[in-house]
């Protein structure tokens, strides 16, 4: 269906596969989260079902639940850096963008290679830090991300125009 709505997208039927879709992908995020939280209830102290819950939680928009499974997961070194950067996007989804900065911030100080985890938290700090009105700071995050890669999402367009280069 997804093929027909996009070579087709004026056809008559086209509402009715669209409202069939969107039936279906809210049916298979209740199952997921159904799913999830068994799996917490069966096993309360397995910390990756916590971090899958919590992601579960997230897509289907209940990011304030989401943000005790994510603190608890975080306890898990194999999954910590993803936890952190969910719970920051959930406390930003929650307007809570100094806890948000403060998570981002924690993160990104346990990773020392520029890699894609930290490009991806060093851009939301900026973007939060915009939010907060906080330019500077946020420059500075967008620079981190410039010196190693030019082409990561809008950021060579923030750090030029800085300069009055845009």
């Known amino acids: 269906r997804e093929e027909f709505l996009k070579a087709s997208p004026d056809d008559p039927e086209a509402p009715r596969y669209r409202q069939e ?3 279906l992908a809210k049916q298979r995020a209740e199952f997921v989260l159904g799913d999830a939280r068994e799996r917490v209830d069966s096993n309360p102290t397995d910390l990756i079902a916590h971090f899958e819950l919590a992601t579960a939680l997230m897509d289907a928009g209940h990011h304030q639940e989401a943000i005790g499974h994510l603190q608890r997961a975080r306890n898990n070194p194999s999954i910590r850096l993803k936890a952190m950067s969910k719970l920051g996007q959930c406390y930003v989804s929650r307007s809570m963008n100094d806890l948000a900065a403060k998570t981002f911030e924690d993160a990104i ?6 890699d894609s985890v930290k490009k991806d938290l060093l851009y ?38 800085s300069y009055g280069q845009g």
């Open 21 to 23: 879709m969107e039936e």
């Open 109 to 114: 100080s346990e990773l020392t290679a520029m």
């Open 124 to 161: 939301n700090l900026g973007t939060i830090r915009e939010t907060m009105e906080q330019k500077e700071k946020a420059l500075e995050c967008f620079k981190q991300i410039y010196e190693v890669d030019y082409g990561y999402r809008d950021v060579a367009s923030k750090v030029e125009s």
